[in-house]
């Protein structure tokens, strides 16, 4: 058995909660006052798709299910497919929308990512924690704006729309966390 902290839970993770296997769907790290972190999270149940609200406290442990993983990468939708391929035996799989959830708008073509397999079935999807896609539009920066300042909306390759700097122009490729949508930085040429 495998043991994380619950600050380290992330969206796609699979973890054993109660004596059932539970995908992490959204995690939110909460810092109220003086008082303790803690981590609000939603899980949706492998077996029943039902969906649960659980606040863990930072401290708390939890047990990552033991899956087996394999690196796919990702090929194409046709709705409501997202096709993969595993990239040690080439072969094909298909996914439907509601396992993979809010990771869709960051799946560019050739991304590589974990897939978990639980019993031969794929279970869970772990995203990279970082994806690089090029912003395809934007509004032009405002002049003399500093980079922390203000942030503007641009649209990425995949239709995701992300608030970027003022300095980020079409075209340019950026670093997005994919757990929770947020820019990260310009990606290194």
Known sequence: MAYIQATQLRVGMIVNFRGELYQVTYTHHLTPGNKRGQIQTKLKNLKTGTQIDHRFRSEDDVERATLEQREMEYLYSHDPEHVFMDTQSYEQLSLNAEMLGDLIPYLAPNTRLQLQFYEGKAVGVEMPAAVELKV????????????????????????????????????EVVRVDPSTGKYMERAKS
């Open 136 to 171: 395809v539009s934007t509004d032009p920066g405002m002049k003399k704006a500093t980079a922390t300042a203000s942030m503007k909306p641009a649209t990425l390759e995949t239709g995701a729309v992300v608030q970027v700097p003022q300095f980020i122009e079409a075209g």
